[in-house]
């Protein structure tokens, strides 16, 4: 576990439906090491979004461990696991996410402000500007992401969740609102990104092309890892 920054261990995750009860997890165990993308691809309804919201912090298992950076995250209080996500998780929705009133820049400044401090101040403006640089939307820092296409927009998401300098970057169909060339575009954009940080990353897709640069490919089938699937 020394080198790895996220451990699943066990997960089990239900729903109640009425009276129902709905298994969507069901004894998930898999980790993923620093430099390291897992792409985790699987049917609709087979628990991909749910596994990838537990690894987030964004929702508790049932019952299993989750582990980010060696910290075991299940049992903490809702402050600390609030404070785990802002400074160690980055997210790529695949939805963007980008606040419509406030500046692509202002966006961007957002991953810092809420993962690491300084608000809009002189620094992380500059390190947001830096950030545009390098995915080629310095030029645009000051258009509404309304003005954006979607590629443009996706790669500004990128951008912001990387402003925080997190361990664990994960993602929810980043390219799944993209043609098939600003989809490869907006990929290029986060592996390089993720392998020059050293991030460890999960990518939850549909999309063979983008499961394919991955190191690894975990396939749900009805909330378990099937094994035999599993791409080393």
């Known amino acids: 576990m020394a080198d790895d920054v996220l451990v699943l261990e066990g997960i089990e995750k239900s729903y109640h439906d009425g009276e129902r009860l709905l298994p969507v997890l069901q004894g998930v ?19 991909k979004s749910t596994m990838l919201n537990l690894a987030g912090l964004l929702d508790r298992p049932d019952s299993g461990e989750i582990y980010i950076g060696g910290q075991c995250c299940s049992q903490m209080n809702d402050a600390a696991r609030t404070v785990m996500r802002g400074r160690e998780i980055g997210f ?15 966006n961007v400044m957002l991953g810092a402000a809420v993962g690491r401090g300084g608000g809009f101040g ?4 500059l390190r947001a500007l830096e950030w545009l640089e390098r ?4 030029e645009r820092c000051r258009h509404r992401p309304t003005q954006l296409s979607g590629g443009e927009q996706q790669r500004a998401a990128i951008a ?7 361990r664990l970057l994960l993602c929810d169909e980043p ?4 043609d098939v060339a600003t989809g490869e575009e907006v990929a290029g954009w986060l592996w390089e990104a ?13 999309e063979s092309a983008l499961a394919d640069r991955a190191d690894r490919i975990l396939r749900l ?12």
Request: no cysteine; aromatic share 6%; net charge neutral.
């Open 29 to 47: 165990d898999f980790s993923v090491a620093a430099g390291e993308a897992v792409a985790v691809i699987g049917r609709s309804g087979s628990g």
């Open 194 to 206: 993720a392998r020059e940080a050293g991030m460890a990353m999960v990518i939850v897709t549909h």
């Open 92 to 106: 790529v929705f695949q939805n963007y996410h980008m606040l419509a009133d406030f500046s692509v820049l202002e």
């Open 135 to 138: 995915v080629g939307l310095a």
């Open 122 to 125: 002189r620094a992380n403006r």
């Open 221 to 232: 089938v009805d909330g378990r890892l099937d094994r035999r699937e599993v791409r080393a």
């Open 175 to 178: 390219t799944g609102n993209l």
């Open 160 to 166: 912001r969740s990387l402003m925080a300098e997190p």
